[in-house]
């Protein structure tokens, strides 16, 4: 096939692109910045993620991707072309693009990925769900029949999939991830200090002290926001046991969705999961205790994979390489023609 081999993992947080034959060349937030006068493009990814909670009324802050899928067509169109353009520059052929999504998405999001990304600069696209490239990049050996379980906590979405002999078997979807644990804490900061922070503050403080299970040893950390009453600038403390108790919801959330997936699991598969494990993957994963907390509740032991960030664009390098973990589940390229003679129900 002429053209780069390009994986993106299209995330509602971050677009991070693997290339074939060099690795992870890009990862950026998925966020576009605006002029709210004209429309004009002022900034997008990192430049442009600087601005979030920052911006003037005269730029608008947009992140087009909303719960792992296309929630603003254009815009995703043209971060995801600037994007393309950054990495393959002016090359004559255009790229062939593997792209992620959610295991649970509709057939209308199926083809809404697809034209966005062959309307943005792709020669041809493909799909393939994040929880078999999450498994794929974290090095499990999926070809076999055995069951494994793939707990892919991403920014929007945390899918969960149980997969054997290179497909999923299981899965399940819910919307609860690392967007949902920043505003958990920042709902608890408002309710409980009297404190407005926006989502970098929120962000810093679930990567300092937050925590799916208490902490041995509490910890704190000071952070600014707003007063509620006077409008302010104020400084405020937080401790690990705080941002436990501001987590504890959303994490449950995620476990139930796993011990759900269970219950659908057949016994022969649930069974080789109880000896193989539970693989956590996606930013998520990295809470402190997440990996505890699963064990704790499904009796099952479970680790978080090497790189958990990067497992599914890595998962999808591999597919570049080995095209049967594309073929085996049907999932196949579709150029731009292609793409816009699809109907929802043809997939």
Do not use: W
């Not at 974290?138 to 945390?158: C, E, K, N, R, Y």
């Not at 679930?206 to 006077?230: D, F, Q, S, W």
């Not at 659908?264 to 494990?277: C, F, K, R, W």
């Not at 699963?294 to 479970?302: D, S, V």
Request: aromatic residues 6%; hydrophobic residues 40%.
């Amino acid at each position: 096939m002429v053209g780069k081999g390009i994986g993106i993992d299209l995330g509602t947080t971050t677009v991070i692109i693997y290339v074939s034959g060099k690795g992870i060349v890009l990862s950026e937030p998925s966020v576009v910045a605006k002029s709210g006068d004209d429309g004009r493009i002022i900034a997008i990814g990192c430049e442009a993620g600087k601005m979030v909670g920052k911006n003037p009324r005269s730029v608008r802050v947009i992140k087009p991707m909303a719960d792992g899928v296309v929630s603003d067509f254009e815009v995703t169109e043209q971060m995801l072309g600037y994007f393309l353009q950054k990495v393959c520059g002016n090359s004559i052929f255009k790229p062939h693009v593997i792209v992620c999504m959610p295991s649970t998405v509709t057939n209308l999001e199926k083809r809404t990925i697809l034209d966005v990304v062959t309307k943005s600069g792709a020669g041809s696209a493909c799909l393939i769900e994040e929880p078999l490239a999450a498994a794929v990049g974290a090095g499990l050996d999926v070809s076999h029949p055995f069951g494994t379980m793939v707990v892919d906590i991403g920014g929007g979405t945390s899918d969960i999939a149980v997969i054997t002999m290179g497909s999923i078997a299981v899965s399940g979807s819910i919307k609860v991830a690392g967007n949902k644990f920043d505003r958990a804490i920042m709902r608890y900061v408002r309710n409980k200090k009297g404190i407005l922070i926006g989502e970098q503050t929120a962000e810093l403080i679930k990567k300092t002290v937050g925590c799916a299970v208490p902490r041995e040893v509490e910890i704190a950390m000071t952070a600014k926001g707003k007063n509620y009453l006077t409008g302010m600038p104020q400084s405020f403390e937080i401790t690990s046991g705080e941002a436990f108790r501001a987590l504890r919801y959303p994490v449950q959330k995620i476990y139930e969705a796993v011990r759900s997936v269970f219950e659908m699991t057949p016994p022969e598969l649930a069974a080789d999961i109880s000896s193989q494990g539970i693989i956590l993957t996606g930013g998520g994963a990295m809470l402190y205790g997440m990996a505890d907390i699963m064990r704790r509740k499904t009796g099952i032991n479970a680790v978080v994979a090497d790189d958990p960030i990067n497992c599914v664009a890595k998962g999808m390098g591999e597919a570049l390489i080995n095209s049967s973990i594309l073929t085996d589940n049907g999932y196949d390229y579709k150029i731009r023609e292609e793409v816009v003679g699809i109907q929802a129900e043809d997939f």
